[in-house]
C-alpha cells in the first residue's frame, strides 16, 4: 500500500524567503510521486512530477523537488516565497499509471510579507 | 489547455435525497476518478473508472455512490441516498496515465 505524510500543517515564511515543504512517502514499488497545489475554493493544480526520469524536477512558478530513494523523500522547495504562493499543497504518490492517487494531509503555506 | 469541467459547482440538498454529479473529463483520456475532500480533510479517493467499467474503488465507496458514462463526454458520481456526512468537495479528474488533471470541484452541502 503506498502512503504519504506530510509535516508541517502549516508553514509560515517571510517574502523572499526559502519555501521548504516536506513530503515522505512509503511505496512498496518505484513510485509516481507529484506536488498540487490548491488556491482557495479552487481545484488541484499540478505543480510537478516525479516519474522515475531524472530526480530533480522542476515545475511551475519556480518550484522544485527531489526524489530520495534513500530518504524516501520528495520536499518541494521554491527559492524565493511569493506572497501569490499561499495556498495548500499536497503530496501525492502513486504505484502504477492509472492506478489512485494517495495524497498527504497538506500543508498550507502563509507568506508574510 | 484542454480542461476537466465540473458541474454544478456547489449543490445544496436535504438528507436522504439521490444527487448526481457531474464531470467532463480530457476528451483523448481514458482513465476517469472520482475524490473527495471533506472541509479541513485530505483528498480521499472514492473511484476509478477504465474501459466502462470500475478498476478501483475505495472503503468510502458504498453501495450509496455508483458512477457511470452515460455517453463519450460525460462521467457522473451519483449518491442515492444522501448523508450529512457526504457533505464534502467532490473531484474529478482525468488522466492518460501519466498525471491526473483535476477538475475545480464541486461543493455538495448536505442538510
Known amino acids: 500500500a503506498q502512503s504519504v505524510t506530510q509535516l508541517g500543517s502549516h508553514v509560515s515564511v517571510s517574502e523572499g524567503a526559502l519555501v521548504l515543504l516536506r513530503c515522505n512517502y512509503s511505496?512498496?514499488?518505484?513510485?509516481?510521486l507529484f506536488w498540487y497545489v490548491q488556491y482557495p475554493n479552487q481545484g488541484l493544480q499540478l505543480l510537478l512530477k516525479?516519474?522515475?526520469?531524472?530526480?530533480l524536477v522542476k515545475g511551475i512558478n519556480g518550484f522544485e523537488a527531489e526524489f530520495k530513494k534513500s530518504e524516501t523523500s520528495f520536499h518541494l522547495t521554491k527559492p524565493s516565497a511569493h506572497m501569490s504562493d499561499a495556498a495548500e499543497y499536497f503530496c501525492?504518490?502513486?504505484?502504477?499509471?492509472?492506478?489512485?492517487?494517495?495524497f498527504g494531509t497538506g500543508t498550507s503555506l502563509t507568506v508574510i510579507p | 489547455e484542454p480542461e476537466v469541467t465540473q458541474t454544478p459547482s456547489h449543490q445544496v440538498t436535504q438528507m436522504g435525497q439521490e444527487v448526481i454529479l457531474r464531470c467532463v473529463p480530457i476528451?483523448?483520456?481514458?482513465?476517469f476518478y472520482w475524490y473527495r475532500q471533506i472541509l479541513g480533510q485530505k483528498v480521499e479517493f472514492l473511484v476509478s473508472?477504465?474501459?466502462?467499467?470500475?478498476?478501483?474503488k475505495s472503503e468510502i465507496f458504498d453501495d450509496q455512490f455508483s458512477v457511470e458514462r452515460p455517453d463519450g463526454s460525460n462521467f457522473t458520481l451519483k449518491i442515492r441516498s444522501t448523508k450529512l456526512e457526504d457533505s464534502a468537495m467532490y473531484f474529478c479528474?482525468?488522466?492518460?496515465?501519466?498525471?491526473?488533471?483535476f477538475g475545480p470541484g464541486t461543493r455538495l452541502t448536505v442538510t
Open positions: 511505496s512498496s514499488v518505484p513510485p509516481y
Open positions: 501525492a504518490v502513486s504505484d502504477l499509471p492509472g492506478n489512485q492517487f494517495y
Open positions: 516525479y516519474t522515475s526520469a531524472a530526480t
Open positions: 476528451s483523448n483520456h481514458l482513465y
Open positions: 473508472f477504465y474501459n466502462n467499467e470500475i478498476s478501483e
Open positions: 479528474a482525468s488522466s492518460d496515465l501519466g498525471e491526473q488533471y
